[in-house]
């Protein structure tokens, strides 16, 4: 009886069933395991239309590899993508010496005190760049790439396989302004950088950023201009926490616990999140097609800052420069540019509301 009754349910779903799968969206999700990453990745993860095929971190970002890599497995193993690989890349930008405020990067680096069971699983061997061709090089449709960092370990991919460039759909890059100045000078932080124009996942790695721009890859940039309408509020906090069901919605809320200075300083933002949802809902954005161009230029002077301890050769060999403090990863309108999709404005009412709901989805 139960033979026939599995086979019944089994002619009845066929077709149903296989499209269903078949209209799920393949996506790799590429990060710096920052605060904002965090409940990015919870929406792909438990979104119904979602294929998440892996996971890459940057060690270039705000984590660092080791502790950042084992936290993105602990992550995707409480949510309904159990089992998909997580790697790690580099830990230094292709170029430069920029980098996070060490504060940020322990932050990071501990998911600020709050803990998460720990998954039997360890993070793949090979690097964040090989698993992105990989990936990439297996799936059967064509795969939209959400960049939520520092862009090092997809342009360091594209470097060594441009052939993978015809298996992505789209790259939807949080990064990036083009009117609304920049999010570098943070008070009681960064007061001494003098870039007022670049945000933080662009000036981080300004090379990376420009090969992902002038890849061919159709790309969509979610930059500030579009991030500063979704500002994330003490009654979101509320919301959030209100609404926690799944593990990783519970997580999150105790997240937003241990972090409301941040809310309460107005810095903070849902960057990383209306990247991850404008990826499966454009209509999120209101979005212009632009011609970016981002700016590197290399100099003497620094912020005033000591430099980090980065090897004085870079990833092709060549030796490390130093970038112009005031202008290096700005996002300028050009005649040279690539042509990009810019987020300039978002329905903050909508997304806010699609973000809840989703990442209690079992």
């Keep these: 009886m139960t033979f026939i009754r599995n086979l019944i349910f089994g002619l009845l779903c066929f077709g149903s069933c296989s499209m269903a799968w078949a209209a799920k969206t393949p996506i790799i999700i590429d990060n710096d395991m920052a605060i904002d990453d965090w409940v990015a990745m919870l929406y792909l993860l438990h979104h119904p239309d979602a294929q998440v095929l892996g996971v890459t971190v940057t060690g270039a970002g705000e984590a660092h590899c080791e502790p950042g890599a084992q936290h993105a497995v602990n992550l995707v193993d409480v949510t309904p993508h159990k089992g998909i690989p997580v790697a790690c890349g580099p830990e230094e930008p292709m170029d430069g010496f920029h980098q996070f405020p060490a504060p940020w990067r322990e932050g990071a680096?501990?998911?600020?005190?709050?803990?998460?069971?720990?998954?039997?699983?360890?993070?793949?061997?090979?690097?964040?760049?090989?698993?992105?061709?990989?990936?990439?090089?297996?799936?059967?449709?064509?795969?939209?790439?959400?960049?939520?960092?520092?862009?090092?370990?997809?342009?360091?991919?594209?470097?060594?396989?441009?052939?993978?460039?015809?298996?992505?759909?789209?790259?939807?890059?949080?990064?990036?302004?083009?009117?609304?100045?920049?999010?570098?000078?943070?008070?009681?932080?960064?007061?001494?950088?003098?870039?007022?124009?670049?945000?933080?996942?662009?000036?981080?790695?300004?090379?990376?950023?420009?090969?992902?721009?002038?890849?061919?890859?159709?790309?969509?940039?979610?930059?500030?201009?579009?991030?500063?309408?979704?500002?994330?509020?003490?009654?979101?906090?509320?919301?959030?926490?209100?609404?926690?069901?799944?593990?990783?919605?519970?997580?999150?809320?105790?997240?937003?616990?241990?972090?409301?200075?941040?809310?309460?300083?107005?810095?903070?933002?849902?960057?990383?999140?209306?990247?991850?949802?404008?990826?499966?809902?454009?209509?999120?954005?209101?979005?212009?097609?632009?011609?970016?161009?981002?700016?590197?230029?290399?100099?003497?002077?620094?912020?005033?800052?000591?430099?980090?301890?980065?090897?004085?050769?870079r990833w092709d060999g060549k030796e490390r420069r130093n970038f112009d403090p005031y202008f290096t990863g700005q996002t300028i309108l050009s005649d040279r540019g690539a042509m990009t999709r810019v987020c300039v404005a978002a329905d903050a009412k909508t997304f806010k509301q699609d973000l809840i709901r989703t990442i209690n989805l079992f």
């Design 109 to 313: 680096d501990t998911f600020y005190g709050v803990s998460l069971p720990v998954s039997p699983r360890k993070p793949e061997k090979q690097s964040a760049p090989d698993l992105l061709i990989s990936l990439l090089e297996r799936s059967e449709a064509p795969v939209r790439l959400v960049v939520l960092g520092n862009a090092t370990n997809v342009a360091l991919a594209l470097r060594k396989a441009p052939q993978i460039k015809k298996r992505i759909e789209r790259i939807h890059f949080m990064g990036g302004s083009v009117w609304a100045g920049g999010n570098i000078i943070v008070p009681n932080f960064t007061d001494q950088y003098k870039n007022k124009s670049a945000e933080w996942n662009i000036l981080i790695d300004p090379i990376a950023a420009r090969d992902v721009l002038e890849s061919g890859v159709p790309v969509t940039l979610v930059s500030l201009d579009g991030t500063n309408h979704v500002k994330v509020l003490p009654a979101d906090a509320v919301a959030m926490k209100k609404a926690a069901k799944s593990a990783g919605a519970k997580f999150f809320s105790r997240i937003l616990d241990k972090t409301k200075w941040f809310i309460d300083s107005g810095e903070y933002y849902f960057w990383d999140a209306l990247t991850a949802a404008v990826a499966l809902h454009p209509e999120y954005c209101t979005s212009q097609d632009l011609p970016l161009e981002v700016v590197v230029a290399y100099s003497d002077k620094t912020n005033g800052v000591p430099l980090p301890a980065f090897s004085k050769v």
